[in-house]
């Protein structure tokens, strides 16, 4: 289960109602019975179940994290696939992502959807075994999204034109880079405007190959081309 970092003391951690019916009712764990439990910020313990408590038994070593930490600017789509994008892109290993709100999308999600997104990528981080749950931020103009982050590597997303892949262009700069950036657009693309924006800011237009993809599958292809460059 995932905890917040208040809820360790000495060496206990104290369950919330939820957590606690979770492992009892759903898990049906009794006393002394062994879970684990992630703070989402690096830590994982083996714990057993004393009544209402986790007493700690040992701390866990978990190395599932990319090397590189990247970060996604995505354009929000339509509906609910983003859902899908969270889930997923915190399965394959991103660090951030962060919704963007560009000229071809309209949509400002409400709080809730936030709180969704971020319910959604805690269970996923908790299921692949992930030691960080990934930050979704708030929606943000793709103006601010463009100089949120110093990074070493900054890429926009774009499949019309003749830019050079992604691959091609990690593969000269890959070894030794912390954070990249990442940017990918809507389902109507990125302006004129914002891709000649995105360059003066630094970043670097690329393809993922010679088919458009969908605005929600762009994401997916982008981490798996970098996570498998970066797993050895
Ligand atoms: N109608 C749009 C156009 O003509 O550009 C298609 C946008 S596509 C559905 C959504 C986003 O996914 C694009 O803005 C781009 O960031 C990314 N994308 C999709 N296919 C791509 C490709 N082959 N190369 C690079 N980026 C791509």
Known sequence: ITISPQQIRDNQVVLEKEQLHYLTRVLRLS????F??????????????????GEIL???EVQTELKVSISLLLALPKGNGFDDVVRICTELGVDTIVPIISERTLLNPSSQKLERWRRIAAEAAEQSERAFVPTIYEPVSFTQGLNLFEAEQKY???GRGDNPHLLKCWRQVGEGQLKIVIAIGPEGGWSQEELENAVNAGFKMVSLGRRILRAVTAPFVVLSILAAEMEN
């Open 31 to 34: 006393d002394g019975d062994k």
């Open 58 to 60: 040992e701390a866990l």
């Open 156 to 158: 926009i997303c774009e």
């Open 36 to 53: 684990i439990v992630m703070d989402g910020v690096g830590k994982w313990w083996l714990t057993s179940l004393q009544s209402e408590y």
